[in-house]
């Protein structure tokens, strides 16, 4: 039974194209994470440990999100995901190698930082609605619950593996050559992409049409099962989820920690997303909004709990339940979501998704960077963790007065004469 269920947790990686878009996407997000530290730490050293520095430079790469990627979804409907995907992962790698050389040379400023965190984020507003949506593509509706699971595994055990070695690298040799690693493993993500045999793909065969942004708002918005889970990723997203500003800050201003104990304080936060994201492979269908909501009620308990860690033990285990609880609620989002979503839409909806998770992080960012910088960053993480289960309590609410009123319109109608069963060749 266990080999059947582990078996059944992976069948996904039995499609020959998502095996390739799996191994690029371990070795280039692996990549990616060990480039977050490195920027970071890099901030903080021409800053001295500056939390408005770094809420700046976290806006500026989230920036783009909020004003491109809806834009970005209609891309994704219109035009091959694919090709798209080998260009942005094309153009990001070139960005990661300037920024590599500025480093290496010792030219690098603080408002070199902010540039190629801008430039960055501007691709990633094309690339993430892309990658979103192809994994459908990839796969087929059937599996694409055990698919995204699995993508949200790889990607945390590169969040782990990536920040770990990120933080030994810094120590050892600098910032530099951590972001020089960044630019050479987009490598894996296009020879996969590359690799991959067309004819396989789950297209829809329709005609793609104008892919509007408005048409897609208005989908979305018509959707009641839908507006409930984006709307609290929309709160979650802005005041939760600011966890790339908040640890290194926890490390360095709390803990009075070094480069690698940093990446151990991510790397615990990446483990429990692990954990959830292998939970998740088991996930078969749409998750019922009960469990989107009581997901995001234990991440925000969990993030106040962790906002009061005595030392560094506890604070490594509360984030680790923190990340798991985390990723156990953007995952049943997005499987709530995705899964809700027509295909001629996906791209659009799962660009707004795009959006309001991580498009909120410039103004997060901004709002808690300045909070951490009067108060602390333990302060941050305690209003984050409030304003969460604030949030789930009011859909909470929300959501059992939905279903008492659709039980009660159904029985009103039940109850009408015209709406019994007519018999033959009667009117409905």
């Not at 783009?64 to 694919?82: E, I, Q, S, V």
């Not at 050892?172 to 050479?184: C, E, F, K, R, Y």
């Amino acid at each position: 039974m266990p080999g059947k269920a582990l078996a059944s947790g992976f069948r996904s990686l039995s499609v020959r194209n998502f095996r390739l878009f799996a191994v690029g996407q371990l070795v280039s997000v692996a990549g990616t994470w060990m480039m977050v530290v490195a920027q970071d730490w890099l901030v903080l050293q021409l800053t001295r440990n500056s939390a408005a520095a770094l809420a700046t430079v976290t806006a500026l790469q989230f920036a783009p999100l909020m004003l491109f990627t809806l834009y970005a979804g209609g891309l994704a409907d219109r035009h091959d995901k694919r090709r798209l995907l080998v260009w942005a992962n094309t153009v990001s790698a070139a960005l990661a190698l300037a920024l590599a050389f500025l480093d290496l040379t010792g030219a690098a400023r603080l408002w070199h930082v902010y540039l190629f965190a801008l430039a960055l984020g501007t691709v990633n507003a094309v690339e993430v609605p892309a990658r979103m949506s192809f994994v459908s593509e990839l796969v087929g509706a059937e599996l694409l619950p055990n698919a995204s699971a699995l993508s949200a595994a790889y990607f945390n055990v590169a969040r782990v593996a990536g920040p770990a070695l990120a933080g030994l690298l810094i120590s050892a040799s600098g910032t530099g050559w951590v972001m020089l690693l960044n630019a050479v493993s987009y490598a894996g993500t296009v020879v996969g992409l590359r690799m991959m045999r067309t004819s396989e793909l789950h297209r829809s065969g329709r005609p793609a049409g104008r892919g509007s942004v408005v048409d897609g708002l208005r989908y979305v918005t018509a959707r009641a099962d839908l507006l409930l889970p984006v709307s609290l990723v929309a709160v979650i997203g802005l005041f939760g989820l600011n966890f790339q500003l908040l640890l290194p800050l926890l490390a360095k201003t709390v803990f009075h920690a070094d480069a690698a104990s940093f990446g151990l304080l991510t790397t615990a936060f990446a483990a429990g997303s692990l954990l959830a994201a292998l939970v998740g492979t088991g996930r078969r269908s749409r998750p019922p909004a009960r469990t989107v909501i009581l997901c995001a009620l234990a991440f925000g308990a969990l993030e106040a709990m962790a906002a009061g860690s005595p030392d560094f033990g506890s604070a490594l285990a509360l984030l680790a339940l923190t990340g798991f609880a985390s990723l156990s609620f953007a995952q049943a989002a997005n499987h709530r979501i995705q899964l809700g979503s027509d295909p001629e839409y996906r791209g659009r909806v799962m660009a707004l998704y795009t959006l309001i998770l991580q498009g909120s992080t410039p103004l997060g960012a901004l709002l808690v960077g300045w909070l951490a910088q009067q108060l602390g960053a333990r302060a941050g993480l305690l209003a984050g963790g409030l304003v969460s289960v604030t949030a789930a309590l009011l859909a909470l609410v929300l959501e059992r007065w939905g279903r008492a009123g659709a039980v009660e319109l159904v029985s009103e109608r039940r109850a009408r004469p015209e709406h019994r069963t007519p018999t033959k060749g009667g009117t409905t």
